[in-house]
């Protein structure tokens, strides 16, 4: 008897005869001698009313009351869920995350989950009962509701997954699973049956979003084996993993690009210590997330200043650029340049660790299109070139068949 | 500094607008120094809109999940007052059911308050913010959300003045007060300024309805001084509370009335031990409730039967029918009558105690008007008339008059 935890996001819980569907999934999963955890998002579209209704109430509102206000969504569904069980004859319970235990920190709005004590669950599974756990909500230190923000509910099901031991943690989507690259803009992207964890991250945080990073480094963590599939359909999609068991044999397992960034640089920055800090902490006060961030070793005549880069969200540019303009003024840096018309192209894969040349033959793929790299940053098993975002689609296609993706 | 409890129905929170008006008026208290503890309803419609969706999902909705469904309203109204408080600048602090300690029995949508821990609440007090507790909702030993039933959120108020040792609880609602008549009924209804909870109860169980029956039984169990106010308007509403402070010196407080029984009357019941139980029983099985209960001492030259007679409510009239006529054949009883057609009228005061000629003159003033009286049931500060439907109105405003309850 094998225990398994399925998660369903709002779209597959988005209406009274979704959720009845989804229980017939899950019946059915139970009927051949599995326990089920189910981990619910809310209904599609009720989280973002009740959002709009707090900021209409106030204009900054006060986040642990928000969290009150938005954990009611999922409230909502896991308690429909549990009806719908019963309407089929099926015992199922509904756990809150207070019930779960779900313990986090303090941060409302984006908590993160420091434990978990399933004896709840534990209890109402041996009486063979269906748990349906409510997704994105916890409980912290002061016994008040928090929420893990956007994609919490992928981390809930990923966190009790490990709690519990779960064979499987089943993510259901409306995606067929992770593929080589975005299938809407190469027709030969090939949906992958493994992927490591190291390679789901770098491919998440390189634009491919099928699942919260948050949850996959969780997953990582704790070796929490990952199925990431269909909601509507019953095929297999992609299993995220060890990299062992992950291991295609590959250098390359995708292509990733990234739309939504914009480069500024910051030229001629006097080049001594602290510059650095004095230039990414005005952002990071902010609360603007960098992603990439490049500098090269000072050289020129000049000798004694460098040329600084960093990547941030578009929508932060504006505010990004007016910050760095007043600091690059006080450091004595020459301008700062912006750009938000840019792509990020990445190729992802664990083999690229112990494989040479990769690099090489990405830059003389791009190269042989014709397209200018503006930006290289490199992990361990990424490499990103930040390219003029009109070539986006060519990259992507040109380096999917270059690294013979589709084979 | 005192410390008050308020709570507010659903039509008082039904919209952002109105939460906001609420929250001014909680604020302004505070400011003049008091303590506020708030207890909210859900957005007018909320409740009916969640069950709504439960019968949907399942015919005969298991209990449990229901209540976790619906106490979502309530959450989502006391969000939105932090949130509404916080807008204006105020600390405020939301708390839910099981954060108050609200413990209740097991009886999943009617549980009974079993104790309140009040810790929690009185930290967010010492720290002076506004509390604002979700109405209605409690939790239970097995740490499953409960609901109290309709009016819980009364019971929830009162429950928390008794644990707080509040000055006073004050229902906020969309009348002014209690009346000594349904002010719709006879233009001379007066409001009065003081009644005693045992007035309270019985006026309320004979059809008055301003306040949860059980809400009233348990200030009464505790001493909760109760403040029943219009919602809309600043006035004195009326004050519920012990007889001595109660009394206003007269014998009749209010006449109330119910149109909504019907009467049932077995003829010619064998006059021998465990009759009534036998015809009662068949009812009480079938989960209805039963109101007045009347048998008189068998008479007549037949000497050895009886005649037994009750009110139910209309709703269950058909079916307690059925069941009654079953057993009237098998206990042999001549035949059962029916009528669906009646009122019942109340005079209620406590001075009936000390008073002789309370109840003639009652019948004296129904007789004056030509109304036939066809059954009569008393208690000590009460007594009842059933009489044909279509002379309420008369049967009211006559003994509104006859007792002086304008002056």
Chains 1, 2 share one sequence.
Do not use: W
Not at 41 to 46: I, L, N, V, Y
Not at 93 to 99: T, Y
Not at 118 to 127: A, C, F, G, H, M
Not at 187 to 211: C, N, Q
Request: charged share 25%; with cysteine.
């Amino acid at each position: 008897m094998a225990l398994i935890v399925q998660k369903y996001g709002g779209t597959s819980v988005g209406s009274i005869e979704l959720i009845r569907r989804v229980a017939d999934k899950v019946i059915a999963r139970q009927h051949q001698g599995n326990q089920m955890v189910v981990v619910l998002s809310a209904m599609a579209g009720e989280t973002d009313r009740l959002l709009r209704l707090a900021h209409e109430m106030s204009p900054e509102p006060n986040l642990r009351e928000v969290d009150v206000l938005i954990s009611t969504g999922e409230q909502q569904s896991v308690a429909l869920f549990g009806l719908a069980c019963q309407a089929k004859g099926v015992e199922a319970v509904s756990i809150l995350g207070f019930q779960a235990r779900i313990e986090t920190d303090e941060f409302h709005g984006r908590s993160c989950i420091t434990g978990i004590d399933p004896v709840r669950i534990q209890n109402e599974l041996d009486q063979n009962r269906i748990v349906v756990v409510a997704g994105f909500q916890g409980i912290n230190g002061s016994g008040d509701v928090t929420t893990l923000g956007r994609g919490g509910s992928d981390t809930t099901a990923v966190a009790l997954a490990s709690a519990l031991k779960a064979e499987v943690c089943e993510i259901f989507t409306d995606v067929d699973g992770v593929y080589t690259t975005d299938p809407h803009l190469h027709p030969k992207a090939r949906k992958m049956r493994h992927v490591s964890y190291e390679e789901m991250l770098e491919l998440s945080s390189a634009g491919a979003k099928v699942m919260e990073t948050r949850s996959i480094e969780f997953a990582m963590r704790y070796g929490v084996r990952i199925h990431v599939r269909h909601s509507q359909k019953d095929e297999i999609g992609t299993i995220i993993s060890e990299e062992e068991e992950a291991m295609e044999d590959r250098i390359v397992s995708g292509v990733a690009y990234n739309k939504n960034e914009a480069r500024i640089t910051v030229l001629k920055v006097p080049d001594m210590p602290g510059m650095a800090a004095k230039i990414l902490g005005a952002v990071s006060d902010a609360g603007i997330v960098v992603d990439m961030i490049i500098q090269n070793t000072s050289a020129g005549q000049e000798g004694r200043n460098t040329d600084f880069s960093f990547t941030v969200p578009q929508t932060d540019f504006q505010q990004a650029m007016a910050l760095i303009t007043q600091v690059a003024e006080e450091i004595g840096a020459e301008r700062v340049l912006g750009d938000d018309n840019i792509a990020k192209i990445s190729i992802v894969g664990v083999g690229m660790r112990t494989h040479a040349g990769v690099a090489t033959k990405m830059f003389q793929t791009l190269a042989n299109e014709g397209i200018n790299i503006r930006m290289i940053s490199t992990s361990e098993i990424k490499i990103s070139c930040v390219i003029t975002q009109k070539y986006t689609e060519l990259a992507v296609r040109a380096l999917h068949d270059a690294f013979e993706l589709d084979k």
